[in-house]
């Protein structure tokens, strides 16, 4: 028995044909108060988007989905979502401008990574990054030790700002580079200058079997690299 297939089910589900028409005009519709939403919003880019922008970003998406393919939903519930999220937005903006505090409150504060070529430890484990992902982003910037950068801030976007040391002030760094991160050690078998791979301090150190940082008084090492950045 040869299987029977409802194309007709299969290509607009429990709907009728003429409601692909209704559709076509409500996406078209929903586009247009999108773009009218979106030019209220202001000219800011995607990567110039703060946390609470992007959340309502998402909300007009997520108000403009469902009036395209729902029958049930009507055209003017999203118009008043918008109009609702819209200026709140503008509410918002306007007690941010006027309230440094409230400001803080709703989009955080930029706050220091690196200071003097060794990490911010504090603000650094709020922000809950990863060592992967900041090496990354750093080595964006052809960096391939700390002590390249004089500092590292993280702005209320996420967007990372790199000020960097002149080449003649470059110093010993911990370096971010993968082949020699991973190459941690406890024992100190030759005197050199390491990098504490938790807080980037940079000491020399002699022979001994284990080694504590001076800032942060953890145990692990790299050797450490004094490298001119590649520009």
Not at 90 to 100: I, V
Not at 106 to 118: D, P, Q, S
Not at 212 to 224: G, S
């Amino acid at each position: 028995m040869l299987l029977q297939i409802d194309w007709t089910k299969v290509l607009i589900g429990e709907e009728d044909w003429p409601f692909l028409l209704e559709i076509a005009v409500r996406t078209f519709a929903m586009y247009i108060i999108i773009l009218i939403g979106l030019r209220l919003l202001g000219k800011r880019g995607v990567g110039q988007l703060s946390v609470f922008e992007l959340v309502v970003i998402i909300s007009l998406g997520s108000a403009a989905g469902d009036p395209m393919f729902y029958r049930e939903v009507g055209m003017l519930v999203p118009v008043v979502i918008f109009t609702i999220v819209v200026c709140s937005y503008r509410l918002t903006t306007y007690f941010t401008a006027k309230s440094s505090e409230f400001d803080n409150l709703v989009e955080g504060k930029a706050a220091y990574l690196i200071r003097e070529g060794e990490f911010s430890i504090g603000n650094f484990s709020k922000e809950g990054l990863a060592y992967d992902e900041f090496f990354s982003e750093l080595r964006q910037y052809s960096i391939s030790h700390l002590g390249q950068v004089e500092t590292a801030i993280i702005e209320t976007s996420g967007a990372i700002s790199v000020y960097f040391y002149p080449d003649e002030k470059v110093r010993y760094g911990l370096p971010i580079l993968p082949d020699l991160f991973e190459k941690t050690i406890v024992r100190i078998t030759k005197a050199d200058v390491y990098a504490c791979s938790f807080c980037g301090n940079v000491e020399q150190l002699e022979p001994a079997d284990v080694c504590r940082c001076k800032r942060c008084n953890r145990e692990a090492w790299v050797k450490a690299v004094d490298t001119k950045r590649v520009k």
